[in-house]
């Protein structure tokens, strides 16, 4: 989710063999896309027992976006309730130091989990526990069944690392967003004119550059990066790097390539081209700093993927403005939030869906 990387291999036409190397792929891919598509659906006909409920309604949240797709949660169930709790075996240090994509991505989860109970009869209500490492507790109760458009887009929703159209929205569809962004505590700003979309543009190419300069920055993003789908299958996390239209490689040799091609310049040319596909940039801005505000954005941000993914919009993170501590009190400034903090920074627009990222399954992340 909170991850907006898969490195560009623009130059690999150059290099001889590929185009053999991705045909012999073609047989996992295939796998893989029959793979993706039994994840991501909807439940069929649901058992009444309350055991199987309880866990389906785990596999929604699973859906969820996460920083880099580490899928850093971990889930309690208990009779009336499900706890989610942050799994920092699974935290990124150098990108996300003091875990606030992680807690955002627990956020992201939540949101699944309470649009998945209501469409199946439950009501949700949300508190914090401090005490115990600042999980989250969803306590069920009976209500009447909802299906919102919201839940029925949970299949659908992802983070598409591609270029878009470059079409504006119209105002109904930028209301929609607005107000599915937009939560307790948190603020989102949408962002579409051209100039202020440039000097987005100008925070992301500046946090870009500096993050690419950083060894443990580049060592923690290769370590998350998925060659071919044999390993994203295999694994069920981690940056599938075909799902930016890149060829499936060999681990080693994606390896290898990752090292030659993942520049600052290629990196940047490549977010520049995204930002000019796109219709628009969203900021999202709590107005606290500690993990209950960011749970809160992660919630916030959720309902807008999932009312994007409603409008057949997409939408992609474009996290370095706040990844970036010393570039982030002047992306504030530019924002005119100061002293509040930036907590994400999301391009959207229309253009093509693409394949959606391997998850791990149920029983794996519950304790």
């Keep these: 989710m909170i991850s907006r990387r898969v490195f560009t291999l623009s130059a690999l036409a150059a290099v001889g063999g590929l185009t053999t190397l991705a045909s012999c792929s073609s047989g996992a891919e295939g796998r893989y896309d029959v793979a993706s598509r039994d994840l991501w659906r909807h439940s069929a006909a649901m058992s009444n027992e309350k055991a199987a409920l309880l866990r389906e309604l785990v596999r929604y949240a699973t859906l969820a976006p996460s920083s880099h797709n580490t899928q850093c949660w971990k889930f309690h169930i ?32 939540a949101e699944n989990l309470a649009q998945a109970a209501l469409a199946h009869g439950l009501m949700v209500h949300s508190s914090v526990d401090a005490a115990a490492g600042n999980a989250l507790r969803l306590s069920l109760e009976p209500t009447r069944a909802l299906a919102s458009p919201l839940f029925q887009a949970i299949p ?16 109904y569809e930028l209301d929609l967003l607005q107000r599915a962004g937009s939560g307790n505590g948190v603020r989102l700003i949408l962002l579409t004119q051209l100039a202020a979309m440039e000097n987005v543009l100008e925070y992301v190419v500046q946090g870009n550059t500096a993050q690419m300069q950083d060894r ?5 993003l290769k370590k998350w990066m998925r060659f071919n789908a044999d390993d994203a299958m295999q694994t069920g996390d981690g940056l599938y790097s075909a799902l930016s ?11 290898v390539l990752f090292d030659l091609f993942f520049t600052p310049k290629s990196e940047n040319d ?13 900021v999202f801005v709590a107005d606290g700093s500690s993990p209950a505000d960011w749970l809160e954005v992660g ?6 993927a999932l009312q994007s993914a409603a409008l057949d919009i997409r939408n992609a993170f ?4 706040v990844e970036v501590s010393a570039l982030r009190p002047q992306f504030a400034n530019f924002l005119g939030i100061a002293p509040r903090r930036p907590d994400l920074v999301v391009r959207f627009g229309h253009g093509a869906r693409m394949a959606s990222a391997m ?4 029983q794996s992340v519950l304790v």
Excluded at 216 to 220: L, P, Q, R
Excluded at 248 to 254: E, T
Excluded at 299 to 304: I, L
Excluded at 359 to 362: D, K
Aim: net charge positive.
């Design 156 to 171: 659908t929703r992802q983070s598409s690392r591609v270029d878009y159209d470059g079409k504006p929205l119209t105002t």
């Design 270 to 282: 490549k977010y520049a081209k995204q930002v000019h596909s796109s219709a628009g940039i969203a």
């Design 299 to 304: 919630r916030c941000y959720e309902r807008f």
């Design 78 to 109: 208990d009779d009336n309730a499900i706890s989610i709790l942050p799994d920092f075996s699974r935290r990124c240090p150098a990108v996300d130091p003091d875990d606030h994509h992680l807690f955002v991505s627990l956020g992201c989860a």
């Design 216 to 220: 443990a920055f580049v060592a923690e």
């Design 359 to 362: 998850r791990r399954p149920v």
């Design 318 to 321: 474009l996290n370095q403005p």
């Design 245 to 255: 239209g890149n060829p499936s490689l060999p681990s080693s040799l994606g390896s």
